[in-house]
C-alpha cells in the first residue's frame, strides 16, 4: 500500500531464569541479570533477533525498532498508568489477574537481583498515588527492602504479561493519537483469549472501542498432540526429542540452511498474508519438516 511502517519489537529480557521454590515462593531472576563469560544472557540472545530482523528489513523495506522491557517500565506514561492501576486494584483484579486475585508486581534485590515471582512478597506500606506509593519487598537472602514507584524515579518494576499488554496497548493508541498513526498488534493465536480481557481493562482507563489498535493472531505451531510448541517448558525437559535440533536451536538452524532459511520463513509467511485463509489457521511440525524439507 506504499505506506511508511515500523515494526517495533519488544524485547523482554525480564524473563524469568534461575527458578528456585523455597516453600510456597518461587525466586527467580531475571535473563538480564544472568551472566554467561560477563555477558547478560538477554544480550546473548538479541544477536539472534537482531540477525532475523536485519535479514526482514533488508528484503522487506521495512524499518524496525526495539525497545527494551527495561526502558518501557520506566516510561512516565507507562508508570502513570501503573500506578492508576495499582490504586483501583480492585477493579483491574477481575479481568488481568482473576485466579490470583492480586497484581503480580515484583522488585528485584538491588544486591542480588533475586526476587519472588509470584509477588507474594511485595506488600504497600505507603500509598500516595497518583503521586507515588512505597512498596515492601523481601530477598531471601538480604532480607527486607522497599522500593519507590513514581513516575520520574530509576527503579527497576518487574511487572506480569496481564498488566504489562493493558498499559502497552494504552500507551500505543497514546502513541498512534500523538503521530497521526494506524496501529497494528500483532499476537501469536495463543494469546486470543487475553483479548477480551485487555479490551475491558482499557474501558477501566476510559478507552472505547474506536481508540482499540487493529490486532492480528498469527498461526499457532502445533505440536504431535495438538498442544502449542513450546520454546522453554517442553523443549529442556526433552519432550521433543523427535523434532529436527534446527527447530529447536537457532544456531543449528542457520548452520543446516544458511540464508536460505529466513528466505523460506519469509516466503512462507509472505503466502499468509497473499492468500488469509492461510493466515487464519494452525500449522504442526510436520507441515514446517515438509517446507524445510527435513
Not at 527467580?28 to 547478560?40: E, F, N, Q
Not at 498512534?176 to 480481557?197: E, H, I, P, S
Request: overall charge negative.
Amino acid at each position: 500500500f506504499n505506506v511508511p511502517s515500523t515494526l517495533k519489537f519488544e524485547a523482554l529480557e525480564n524473563a524469568p531464569i534461575e527458578k528456585n521454590q523455597m516453600g510456597d515462593k518461587e525466586y527467580c531472576r531475571m535473563h538480564s541479570h544472568h551472566y554467561v563469560d560477563g555477558v547478560p544472557l538477554s544480550e546473548i540472545y538479541m544477536k539472534s533477533f537482531r540477525e532475523v530482523f536485519d535479514y526482514i528489513k533488508e528484503n522487506t523495506g521495512v524499518n524496525y525498532e526495539t525497545e527494551h522491557y527495561e526502558q518501557f517500565q520506566k516510561n512516565p506514561f507507562v508508570r502513570k498508568t501503573l500506578l492508576e492501576i495499582i490504586s483501583r486494584e480492585n477493579e483491574f483484579v477481575p479481568y488481568i489477574a482473576p485466579g490470583e486475585g492480586l497484581l503480580r508486581i515484583r522488585f528485584p534485590c538491588k544486591e542480588c537481583h533475586v526476587m519472588e515471582k509470584t509477588a507474594k512478597d511485595s506488600r504497600i506500606v505507603e500509598n500516595h498515588a497518583p503521586d507515588y506509593i512505597i512498596y515492601q519487598s523481601e530477598c531471601p537472602e538480604h532480607g527486607q527492602f522497599e522500593i519507590k514507584v513514581s513516575q520520574d524515579d530509576n527503579n527497576l518494576i518487574d511487572f506480569n504479561t496481564s498488566i504489562r499488554n493493558v498499559i502497552k496497548e494504552a500507551r500505543f493508541i497514546e502513541e498512534a493519537r500523538k503521530n497521526n498513526a494506524m496501529n497494528l498488534m500483532v499476537d501469536g493465536g495463543d494469546w486470543t483469549g487475553m483479548a477480551f480481557q485487555v479490551m475491558q481493562s482499557l474501558g477501566l482507563l476510559g478507552y472505547n472501542i474506536r481508540d482499540l489498535p487493529v490486532r492480528i493472531f498469527t498461526p499457532i505451531i502445533e505440536d504431535w498432540s495438538g498442544a502449542k510448541f513450546s520454546k522453554s517448558v517442553y523443549v529442556k525437559e526433552g519432550t521433543y526429542k523427535h523434532i529436527p535440533l534446527e527447530f529447536l536451536d537457532y544456531r543449528k538452524f542457520q548452520e543446516t540452511f544458511g540464508a536460505n532459511g529466513l528466505e523460506t520463513v519469509l516466503n512462507e509467511s509472505r503466502k499468509w498474508v497473499e492468500d488469509p485463509k492461510k493466515l487464519f489457521r494452525n500449522y504442526s511440525i510436520d507441515y514446517l519438516r515438509k517446507v524445510f524439507n527435513i
